[in-house]
């Protein structure tokens, strides 16, 4: 015989954080739905429970979907926007003011049987008990799982929400939803936090942005990004998962790891949520026109009409809009590229620029102003780039700088070359540019001010004849003088990477603003002192081919910023100047070195009786600008042995907020890889700060000053 199902039965839950409180969800709606279907609502307690009575016997599902209707403008603002409005629910904003047990974000294992002996125990997300979780994180590893019987049971009535036992009381611990984000300072002045952060995200602009499927129209529900080291991987899964992680180069070996900040999920760096059913830019009618993350937030122009091999990508958070430029990768047709030194107009400003970068940054243009007109809502602009990358970055700064939203522009570059004529860099004067050169990177000295480039039309004519060189490649030469534009210059404040070496194994690194462009282009100081027939020429092949690991960002820029981050901090720390006696006087002698070398060089050109009076001119006239900068620069050196470092030269707007600055270097010390020693200018132990100074010559310091990084 059938039987009429039981009602009459009551059963009680309750929603805890992982320290076991409930204060945070006290006061939320929920709604539960019976085995028969039907539907109970409430709102939970002062402690979080919530209780369910004259139910149907059987299994119960509860959701929590009420959407948020506080007075809170951030979430406001998500939920209201224009592009992907985000369905955030009051339990996500609870569940965002929570905190995890485990400093790492793993799940805790306690089951909490002290407190619970006669309950059921599930651990839960907050996209278990919504019905919109494309925006939220991916789930993550959990040891007490709801029930799968419970589920089963329930039959069609349990398809969302999570599924508990009737006449029961079940506690659900919900899992915070915090994410890691990459900590920048958003001060215009120069700190080594960017430093190093910027040259990890210029680093991982070589990655793919690793969404699968990425081929459009994509026909599957959800996207993922299961790639590493990818951009989307980083920004879409680990992080928001509030996993750590510190690749940003497939070969990479050694782990660099950003500082990240422990923040609220809403206020990481998004990735934009993929539902075909719920946005419609993301339905696959749309053929090819169809929106997914890859094409909102990575730029990549190969097979395009017109196809410049350049690659990028964003993202933003509510304080900051980052773009990223890749640089030279396909070494053949980025070559070309970066060889296509032709100067042409600056359309959006004044000027002429190199004809190859421009013709890059105008497809970057696009794809920054598409992701600003979806998602700036005044944050600042940080913008980054090594090499072609750099140099596209400046040129795209620009172009916004110039545009009537009046963007605010934060640019570092990392070995860039020249990118326009110095017409362009005077009225670019503005834009905030902090650029990076490293030792001997032969890039940042093309190309060369004198270079023009414009390899299809050759002056026969100008060619200078020298001794046994084909007549072709005369002709290539010659084509290459700027005899009819501005000369290229730089722009931005250069920070150098100089390698101060003691001679034996003893090296170190001082990271400076020189005053002459010989410190921070030895390169172009080489060219200019290697005058033959009056025409300026590069140092030999050989040497820069020796000098190209200078350029890397995986060998030779990230180490060094990590290994200055790491001096700075030392410095601040001990209230120390950042460099040694011993480094300012070895500097100090090589700049008198220098000073006569040039001094020599100009007496003879001068005196010589020379063919070619217009290229010697010039050649004077910049050795005579060095001449004059070199005094500068030893004052500025001199400087930097009574200047102690502060904590805003370290950190940045982040040394304003001490509590949230030490748990994230906490957690970044926490790793073996960031307190290394690696090959240091170091004081010896034990001895006294006078006896260290007298018999060393080094700043006074009794810790380690974090130097050279030749080996990793």
């Not at 070995?415 to 004067?429: I, L, M």
């Not at 009819?484 to 400076?512: C, K, T």
């Not at 132990?685 to 006078?690: E, R, T």
Request: contains cysteine; glycine residues 6%.
């Amino acid at each position: 015989m059938f039987s009429c199902p039981v009602q009459n039965e009551q059963s009680t839950f309750q929603l805890l954080d992982e320290f076991g409180a409930g204060d945070s969800y006290a006061g939320l709606s929920f709604e539960v739905t019976d085995c028969e279907g039907f539907k109970y609502t409430g709102f939970l307690s002062d402690t979080a429970t919530g209780t369910v009575t004259n139910h149907f016997a059987g299994p119960l599902a509860l959701t929590m979907g009420s959407l948020y209707q506080g007075v809170d403008d951030f979430y406001d603002t998500l939920i209201k926007r224009d592009h992907y409005p985000l369905k955030i629910t009051a339990l996500q904003v609870r569940a965002e003011q929570t905190r995890y047990a485990n400093e790492d974000g793993s799940r805790p294992r306690e089951l909490p049987t002290s407190r619970f002996s006669d309950a059921d125990f599930c651990q839960v997300e907050v996209r278990d008990l919504v019905e919109h979780v494309s925006h939220l994180p991916p789930e993550v590893e959990r040891h007490y799982p709801p029930s799968t019987g419970a589920r089963r049971l329930m039959g069609e009535h349990g398809l969302r929400g999570v599924c508990i036992a009737g006449n029961r009381h079940t506690v659900l611990q919900v899992r915070p939803l915090r994410a890691l984000r990459p900590m920048l300072s958003t001060e215009p002045q120069f700190c080594a936090l960017n430093l190093y952060q910027l040259a990890l995200m210029s680093t991982l602009s070589y990655c793919p942005f690793g969404q699968a499927p990425d081929k459009h129209p994509i026909r599957a529900p959800v996207v993922t990004f299961a790639e590493e080291p990818s951009s989307g991987n980083w920004f879409a899964d680990s992080l928001a998962k509030f996993k750590e992680i510190w690749k940003v180069d497939a070969g990479q070996t050694q782990a660099y790891y950003p500082l990240f900040e422990d923040v609220a999920y809403s206020r990481r760096f998004e990735v934009v949520p993929f539902d075909p059913a719920l946005y419609p830019k993301n339905n696959p009618q749309l053929g090819p026109d169809q929106d997914s993350p890859i094409k909102i937030h990575f730029l990549d122009d190969r097979g395009d009409i017109v196809d410049t091999d350049t690659q990028a990508f964003a993202t933003h958070s509510d304080e900051i809009i980052l773009i990223v430029i890749r640089g030279t990768s396909e070494m053949w047709r980025d070559g070309l590229r970066d060889l296509d030194a032709f100067q042409v107009p600056f359309e959006e400003g004044v000027g002429t620029v190199h004809r190859g970068f421009y013709e890059a940054a105008q497809v970057a243009k696009k794809f920054a102003v598409k992701y600003l007109e979806k998602f700036y809502k005044g944050q600042k602009l940080m913008i980054c780039g090594h090499s072609l990358g750099g140099a596209i970055a400046l040129i795209l700064s620009e172009m916004l700088r110039r545009k009537p939203e009046r963007y605010d522009i934060l640019l570092y570059t990392y070995g860039a070359p020249r990118a326009g004529d110095s017409t362009f860099v005077e009225a670019a004067k503005p834009l905030v540019h902090h650029r990076m050169v490293n030792h001997n990177d032969p890039v940042p000295s093309v190309p060369a001010p004198w270079m023009k480039f414009k390899p299809s039309e050759f002056d026969y004519g100008a060619a200078i004849r020298f001794k046994n060189v084909p007549a072709e490649f005369i002709a290539y030469v010659a084509g290459m003088i700027n005899m009819d534009a501005d000369p290229y210059a730089h722009h931005g404040q250069v920070q150098h990477f100089m390698r101060v070496n003691f001679g034996g194994n003893e090296v170190s690194h001082i990271l400076w603003v020189p005053g002459c462009d010989t410190l921070a282009e030895h390169a172009a100081c080489s060219m200019a002192l290697d005058q033959y027939e009056g025409l300026p020429v590069r140092d030999g092949l050989g040497r820069q081919l020796l000098d190209a690991g200078d350029h890397s960002m995986v060998s030779s820029y990230v180490p060094n910023c990590w290994a200055t981050l790491r001096r700075w901090q030392e410095a601040q720390e001990g209230a120390r100047p950042r460099v040694t006696n011993r480094e300012v006087e070895w500097v100090r002698l090589m700049l008198s070195r220098v000073e006569e070398q040039l001094k020599q060089r100009v007496g003879h050109l001068k005196e010589a009786n020379d063919p070619f009076p217009r290229i010697t001119r010039a050649t004077v006239q910049a050795m005579t600008r060095e001449l004059s900068k070199i005094q500068m620069t030893a004052k500025r050196l001199s400087s930097l042995t009574y200047s102690v470092v502060s904590a805003q030269d370290v950190y940045g707007t982040h040394a304003a907020h001490p509590e949230r600055l030490a748990q994230a270097l906490k957690r970044w010390l926490s790793h073996a890889d960031n307190t290394r020693t690696v090959q240091l200018a170091m004081a010896p132990l034990g001895m006294s700060m006078a006896e260290f100074d007298m018999s060393m010559g080094f700043a006074r310091n009794t810790g380690p000053y974090y130097g050279d990084i030749l080996d990793l």
